[in-house]
């Protein structure tokens, strides 16, 4: 039987993964500054790579499961056109820096993707995780301040739905 402090935790659990979306990060705020291992183990703090030019930032629940690999296929077939707006782009997940390799290399991403095992980046941006899964969202800034952002956000229209918002915004 399960103790009552392991029950506590998993509806704490399902209680953040419910969340409202009112707790993410709002628009107008500034790129937190939470430093991460990339899918090379590199540390990455997006503050410093987002401070200037757009930057995409998106959140998938797992890597390699058929609606993450949707979302990050979107991105990585629409890249170029992404960098000839000048956005950079960056996955994100609590996946370990093995598994982020290994998604990025069997799907021929041009992008890094982040190891965040600990939530702490999911935690700065507010996204809802819970059971190893982070909630599929994502945030696109300006010079390092939020002008977008998508909580419910498509597998195979993420791409489209980034450049529509950097396109607005530039129009």
């Not at 937190?32 to 990339?38: A, E, Q, R």
Request: with cysteine; aromatic share 10%.
């Amino acid at each position: 039987m399960a103790s009552e402090s392991t029950v506590s935790r998993i509806l704490d659990g399902i209680g953040r993964w419910f969340s409202s979306a009112g707790e993410a990060l709002p628009l107008g705020a500034r790129i937190p500054s939470v430093t991460v291992p990339d899918d090379s183990g590199t540390a990455v703090n997006l503050s410093g790579m987002g401070a200037t030019g757009w930057l995409l930032v998106y959140f998938y629940p797992r890597a390699d499961t058929p609606g993450c690999t949707k979302q990050a296929c979107s991105l990585r077939d629409s890249y170029a056109d992404l960098l000839d707006l000048g956005a950079h782009v960056y996955g994100a997940s609590l996946d370990s820096v093995e598994r982020q390799k290994e998604f990025r290399a069997k799907h021929h991403l041009p992008f890094p993707l982040l190891a965040d095992t600990e939530a702490e980046l999911a935690e700065a941006f507010g996204v809802p995780h819970s059971f190893g899964f982070t909630r599929r969202q994502a945030f696109l800034f300006k010079d390092g301040v939020l002008v977008w952002r998508d909580l419910s956000a498509a597998t195979e229209q993420q791409a489209a739905d980034a450049l529509s918002a950097i396109r607005s915004a530039n129009a």
